[in-house]
């Protein structure tokens, strides 16, 4: 019984850790501070952060849309 307790609780910690590094790459690709990942460590602020970054204007697109609107038109 403790040993499937503590593997339980490794595969929790390991599973944390994955899902912050993936929310650290999604929130600095999309041009919003990788620190909002640890957000999604804090139930229910971790489901409005993840409605936020679904629903957002992402900064990241907003940089890429003036760089198409710079390039002259061929």
């Not at 929310?23 to 919003?32: D, L, M, R, S, T």
């Not at 909002?36 to 907003?62: E, H, R």
């Amino acid at each position: 019984m403790a040993v499937s307790t503590i593997g339980g609780g490794i595969f929790a910690i390991l599973m944390g850790i994955v899902s912050i590094i993936a929310f650290w790459k999604i929130f600095q690709k999309a041009g919003f501070s990788p620190w909002m990942s640890l957000l999604m460590l804090v139930p229910v602020v971790n489901f409005i952060t993840f409605l936020y970054l679904g629903f957002a204007d992402w900064p990241a697109l907003k940089n890429q849309s003036r760089q198409l609107d710079l390039q002259p038109l061929e």
